[in-house]
């Protein structure tokens, strides 16, 4: 049975990254990452999480829509379509009278029309650059 949850731990979390050949990183690294998002959903079929979606909000004009993830054996059941709309939902609910905020996000490549449904544009376009990121690594101790 299909649930959503706010909660996933940082070895599901991992887990799911891994299975979908996104970059991974340390435990510890994992768990800051869920414990500081402003919203984690997490999609359980029963006990076993499927699908995360991440809110990264700090209250004021940016947000990002991080890590939407579905397990490809439940791809194409309008779970990673619920995750969004969660996500969009409970920012524009939690935000105050007049408040104006800009959420971005880094799709996987050749899942940008995915997004396009939810309103989201590509870049770059006639009023912004390319997106740009970098990672940084540490050394090992």
Not at 36 to 45: F, I, K, Q, T
Not at 66 to 94: F, M
């Amino acid at each position: 049975m299909i649930s959503y949850v706010e909660h996933i731990t940082p070895e599901e979390y991992m887990d799911l990254r891994k299975k979908m050949g996104w970059t991974e990183f340390p435990l510890e690294e994992a768990k800051d990452c869920i414990d500081n998002a402003y919203m984690v959903l997490c999609v359980r079929d029963d006990d076993k999480a499927v699908g995360v979606a991440r809110l990264i909000w700090d209250g004021g004009y940016i947000a990002f829509l991080s890590d939407v993830i579905v397990d490809d054996k439940y791809q194409g059941q309008g779970i990673g379509t619920k995750l969004v709309e969660a996500c969009i939902q409970r920012l524009k609910s939690d935000l105050k009278p007049g408040y104006k905020v800009k959420m971005n996000l880094n799709a996987a490549k050749g899942k940008e029309s995915f997004y396009e449904r939810f309103g989201f544009r590509e870049r770059p376009n006639d009023d912004a650059g390319a997106g740009m990121d970098q990672w940084f690594i540490a050394e090992q101790e």
